[in-house]
């Protein structure tokens, strides 16, 4: 992909991260005992017995239980910014199913969400969702992106929390048969912010011409686990000190995108935003962890867990700082995983002077890559600062990155 491409890509996604935030599976007991790990070693680790899992929620026919187009313009209504060609997609609905149609002449993007669940917000716990879709798609590598996205919402309307999974084309995207997905999102404490509540997202991206055809989300069921205790996994890799951060790449975007300033001292990674100059141009920084620079692959049915230490240095900062992304995906490009802190209406659960932990949980691919493609096995990570509001500004870091490895029972 040229820059010239890789640009637009970026400011495709960037503009489905503004009119998505404006318009709106098991583990192992919190008594487990393993000993501290050593990054590397291999720790037993025991599943859950099977009655573990709470079953909170199941949509098994979401067209007929409330499930609603997520944005309020009519299908074909040209999104954001005329030049990038970005539409509303098709929405449809098949029986009991509902769906979203890809393109192959404009860039689409599409949105179903659930009614808010009858599941709420519990402290210190791990969400499970399972989406079952299909498409009509019958060639793998021309079927539309899916994200499946959770979100934590206060009083119903406060967007909080955000994060789930992308689902590219390739061997692992679904068929016509329909494929289960397991999504894992552990959402920040949040208690003391009013009344919690989830919903659920099923997505479209579509930016390729080689994507068509119509994704269909057929079933989903939510659960609710006791977040694990870091000890019971495998610490595969960490990153803390100047020497261990050598490798990573910092991103600046260009015009329209305003100035941010990104750095490495003794603390970390950091991140500087100065505020959007207007209401449609925003400032993005990212630090990036190439997947050349990464001695960590995707294994074959393993749960991974990526553990960011984040802080900013004054109250100010914390106060003031803007939307943060966590983001781990595979060399491919095909499968993401994505926890997003969304400060537009409360900062409590925003990083603060002292360091907050915030985890990225997600499965191995389906299917992992072999031979001349390996390599696309590789995970990579970044942590991206946006700031979308003229009172969104300031620095956070971060101060260091744990990925785990844990079994799936």
């Given at each position: 992909m040229n820059r010239k491409n890789r640009m637009i890509m970026v400011s495709l996604c960037f503009a489905i991260s503004v009119i998505a935030s404006s318009s709106l599976c098991a583990i192992y007991p919190d008594s487990y005992s393993g000993k501290e790990n050593v990054e590397g070693e291999n720790i037993k680790m025991e599943s859950l017995p099977p009655d573990y899992a709470?079953?909170?929620?199941?949509?098994?026919?979401?067209?007929?239980?409330?499930?609603?187009?997520?944005?309020?313009?009519?299908?074909?209504?040209?999104?954001?910014?005329p030049s990038l060609n970005l539409r509303v997609a098709g929405h449809v609905v098949n029986d009991s199913s509902v769906g979203i149609v890809g393109s192959t002449e404009d860039n689409v993007y599409g949105a179903w969400q659930s009614p808010l669940s009858e599941t709420t917000y519990t402290g210190n716990s791990l969400y499970c969702i399972r989406y079952t879709i299909r498409t009509t798609q019958t060639d793998r590598l021309r079927v539309p992106n899916s994200r499946l996205y959770t979100e934590f919402?206060?009083?119903?309307?406060?967007?909080?929390?955000?994060?789930?999974?992308?689902?590219?084309k390739g061997p692992f995207a679904p068929d016509a048969d329909g494929e289960t997905y397991n999504v894992y999102i552990a959402p920040p404490e949040l208690s003391g912010l009013g009344k919690i509540q989830m919903r659920?997202?099923?997505?479209?991206?579509?930016?390729?011409?080689?994507?068509?055809?119509?994704?269909?989300?057929?079933?989903?069921?939510?659960?609710?686990?006791?977040?694990?205790e870091k000890s019971a996994g495998i610490l595969l890799k960490s990153y803390a000190t100047p020497q261990e951060f050598g490798n990573w790449r910092p991103v600046i975007l260009a015009s329209p995108y305003g100035p941010v300033t990104l750095g490495l001292d003794g603390t970390g990674l950091f991140i500087t935003t100065p505020g959007?100059?207007?209401?449609?141009?925003?400032?993005?920084?990212?630090?990036?962890?190439?997947?050349?620079?990464?001695?960590?692959?995707?294994?074959?049915?393993k749960l991974y867990r990526a553990v960011y230490r984040l802080s900013v240095p004054t109250a100010e900062d914390h106060a003031t700082v803007g939307k943060i992304r966590l983001f781990n995906q595979n060399n491919g490009g095909e499968w993401s995983?994505?926890?997003?802190?969304?400060?537009?209406?409360?900062?409590?659960?925003?990083?603060?002077?002292?360091?907050?932990?915030?985890?990225?949980?997600?499965?191995?691919?389906p299917e992992i890559y072999t031979g001349s493609e390996a390599y696309k096995n590789k995970m990579n990570a970044s942590f991206e600062i946006q700031d979308g509001r003229k009172e969104q500004k300031g620095t956070a870091y971060m101060k260091s990155l744990e990925i785990y490895q844990y079994a799936i029972p």
């Open positions: 709470v079953l909170n929620q199941i949509w098994d026919a979401p067209a007929d239980q409330g499930w609603t187009k997520a944005l309020p313009q009519p299908d074909g209504t040209v999104l954001y910014d919402l206060v009083d119903d309307t406060k967007l909080v929390v955000a994060g789930g999974n992308r689902v590219g659920v997202k099923f997505e479209m991206i579509d930016f390729s011409n080689n994507e068509e055809g119509t994704n269909y989300l057929d079933e989903v069921q939510v659960e609710r686990f006791s977040l694990p959007p100059m207007t209401n449609l141009t925003h400032n993005l920084g990212i630090w990036t962890l190439p997947h050349e620079s990464s001695p960590v692959s995707f294994e074959s049915g995983a994505l926890l997003e802190l969304v400060p537009d209406h409360f900062q409590d659960h925003m990083p603060s002077i002292a360091d907050r932990e915030y985890s990225v949980f997600f499965e191995s691919m």
